[in-house]
Structure formats: structure tokens, C-alpha cells
């Protein structure tokens, strides 16, 4: 139902335009088939009645985006990433990272929250650049950021973290002559098919990679088997090799 619900909004105004493209065909039938003549008398209305549809499904598609769409960074926000998460919960195998920027807070208190804010924003574009179409990216909160990746397994879900990982370890960020250089920490957590526990219980195992992760910094935490025998797999990802724990 919500499926759908985001498909009508989605193409609101393809829907509208379909509906008056349909009225102005009905009423040109009936105009022939009663022999009125009276084309030049309703097809104004008709044609205004068009445009007044087409304005109203823009500005609905626009309202929609707007409510599950972080301001700052264009990302998903919360609200529809649990959505998503949700919708995706028995489409398993789904895999999810949480990403947090370290040591944020240095950036804020030395170079102002304009810059970075803008550092947010290039982030943003990279998670962009970097994930697939189906991908759901969202701004987690402050300097957190989530990517929900359905049909993926943990060993892809960290080719993907890791990619991101090396391009940010080597991106220069820059806003008005000030550049500055940033690291992140992610976790990853990925349920197989018939394991799903839960979203709640899904995001804390992946906040709790994350935790680990932002420990050593510029690491990638993965853990797997998260609601079986409990394995995990620590990936110490700046000298590339692996520990089991």
C-alpha cells in the first residue's frame, strides 16, 4: 500500500495530465456524436482544466519530496529511511551502513558551520556517485549518514563502503579558499532471508559496528550472522587485511 501510495504521488502529474487528456477526449466525442459544434465553446475550459491538473500534480510530487528530504543535503531524511527499511525488511538479503564523519566537530569549530555545512554537502554527493540507483541514501543526523542496500550481501556491501571510504580519504574539500581533508568510520550490518529481527534491532546492530569503528577511526566494522550465531567480522580496512573477533 505505501508502495503505491509513493508511486501516485511520484507521478502525480503524469496521472493528472492522463485525467484531463481523457476528459477533453470524452467531450470531443460527445461533441460529435450530438453534432454541437460547440468545440470553440468548451475547449478553453477543457484546455485550462489541463493546466490546472498538471500544476496541481508538480506541486504535489514537490510537497512529497520536500517531506522526506533533508534540507541541507538533498539526501532522504530519517522519516523515509525507516520507511524504506521497513518496506525492505522481508526482501532479504539487505545490507545497511551507517557512516559518520570523523572528528566533524573540529571542521565546525575551526573553519565555521558554513564550511562545513558545505562539507556535508560534497559528502553527500559522493555517497551519491558512489551507491546504485536503487540504493537508499539518508542523512542520518548531524554528521551521520545511512545507505540501505537491498539484495546485498555483506562482502558487496564493504567493496561499496571501502570505495567510499578510499575516495573520501583522498577528496579535498573546499569552500571560499578554506580546504581541509576528512576520514570516516563505518559499520555495516546485513540480515539473510528468514532473519530479519526487526528494524530497530537491525539499526542498533549496525549503530554498534559503527560505534566500534569510530574507536580506531577510518575503519570499516562489518557484522554478519547478526541474529544466528552471532559472528563478526572486523575489517581493519587502512592496512587491508582481516580479523576475526
Known sequence: ???????????????????????????FLIDRHY?????????????????????????????YRQVHTDVLTGLCNRKYFYKKLSELQ???????????????????????????????????????????????IARWGGEEFAVI????????????????RMIVDNYIFSYDNITCKITVSIGIA???????AGTEQFIRIADEALYRAKDKKNYIITVTDSYGGSSRITHKVNHFNQIKV
Open 90 to 136: 522481508n526482501k532479504a538479503p539487505v545490507s545497511l551502513i551507517l557512516i559518520d564523519l570523523d572528528n566533524f566537530k573540529n571542521i565546525n569549530d575551526t573553519y565555521g558551520h558554513i564550511t562545513g555545512d558545505q562539507v556535508l554537502q560534497q559528502f553527500a554527493e559522493i555517497l551519491q556517485s558512489n551507491t546504485r540507483r536503487n540504493d537508499v
Open 35 to 63: 453534432n454541437n459544434n460547440q468545440g470553440l465553446v468548451w475547449m478553453p475550459f477543457v484546455i485550462i482544466q489541463i493546466v490546472i491538473s498538471i500544476i496541481c500534480g508538480i506541486l504535489i510530487k514537490k510537497l
Open 190 to 196: 546485513a540480515t539473510k532471508e528468514g532473519a530479519f
Open 1 to 27: 500500500m505505501d508502495s503505491t501510495k509513493e508511486k501516485m504521488y511520484k507521478y502525480a502529474p503524469v496521472i493528472l495530465l492522463s485525467g484531463g487528456l481523457i476528459l477533453l477526449l470524452i467531450t
Open 149 to 164: 542496500l537491498p539484495q546485498t550481501d555483506t562482502n558487496e556491501a564493504f567493496k561499496i563502503a571501502d570505495r567510499i
